[in-house]
């Protein structure tokens, strides 16, 4: 029997019945006013986790980052991140656009940089350079296949940045996975940034939206840029229930799409026509073909599974919610035979 399984990204999943329930019961009001309850709690619920003060609820991770690098940021300035960042690569070359800030890049292992790399790539104060304000990281590295920092990796960059001045913001688009990998806690998290993006449209499932967790004074002028930037919602209190949801029911079992995609990459490194799989550590698994990743996902696509590729030989799998145990199994059943 011919199973359809998704493995193109986490971002899309479908709200369970139970989320649904959530969202037609929200109580809501108009949040441009700051009357939806069911936003507001949802901004301070979040903020609690992460041991930050306050949160904005935002319609994409894109906006949350760009909010946030404006906010960190004048005209002029300099951000530093690593060259598989999500805000460089993936944002529609949102930093210029928005903050009209120029980005230093770092070869990073994976995405992971560390405080000697950064400090050499901070600028001097010269009228020639712009000036550095700004470095961001992001946990897990998409483009890193997953990879994570620990908070231990994190500490002396945090250190680093106070020293000199520098502002923090963490891309954590997929930072329960991280969470999940690491063990470390979220509640410690607002101690070393000033800024935390948390998308609950990836992995956690929900199927709108990410939030902006900073202190209250940030949040406010935020506030003021997802409003420039049109993002300032009404009746958002439905999309902010399924939020809610998901933070309830959907962080534990992130374990469940850790372990699926274990699996895949411990059946995948056995076979023949794949060359290389990077070690999995959360829902992310990247590995190389023989043949061109494009005619692999031919062959994939024949038999109902949709992945995506990353460079001519990579292919990427992710894991998620929508992905139960009988479809790994089928998908392992297929890769064996291909
Ligand atoms: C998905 C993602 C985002 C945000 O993407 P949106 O599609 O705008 O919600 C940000 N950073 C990383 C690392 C991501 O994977």
Known sequence: MQLTVDLRSDTVTKPTPGMLEAMWSAKVGDDVLGEDETVNELEQKAAAIFGMEAGLFCPSGTMTNQIAIKCFTQPLDEL????????????????????????????????????EMIEPEINAENIHYPHTSLVVLENTVNKGGGSCYTLRDIEPIAALCKKRGLKLHLDGARIFNALTYTGDKAVDYGKYFNGISVCLSKGL??????????????????????KVMGGGWRQAGFLAAAGIYALDHHVERLKIDHAHARILGEELGKLPWVSNVMSVET????????????????????????????????????????????????????????
């Open 80 to 115: 530093i991140a690593d060259q598989t960042a999500h805000v460089y690569r993936y944002e529609g070359g949102g930093i210029a656009f928005n903050s009209a800030v120029s980005t230093r890049l770092l070869e990073g292992y994976r995405g992971i940089i560390t405080a």
């Open 205 to 226: 499932g929900a199927p709108v939206g990410s939030i902006l967790l900073a202190d209250a004074e940030t949040i406010k002028y935020a506030r003021r840029i997802r």
């Open 283 to 338: 829902n992310i698994v990247l590995f190389d073909t023989v043949e061109p990743a494009s005619a692999v996902l031919n062959k994939l696509a024949a038999h109902g599974i949709k992945a995506g590729d990353t460079a001519k030989h990579r292919i990427r799998f992710v894991t998620h919610l929508d992905v139960h145990a009988e479809q790994i199994e089928y998908l392992v059943k297929v890769l064996k035979e291909m």
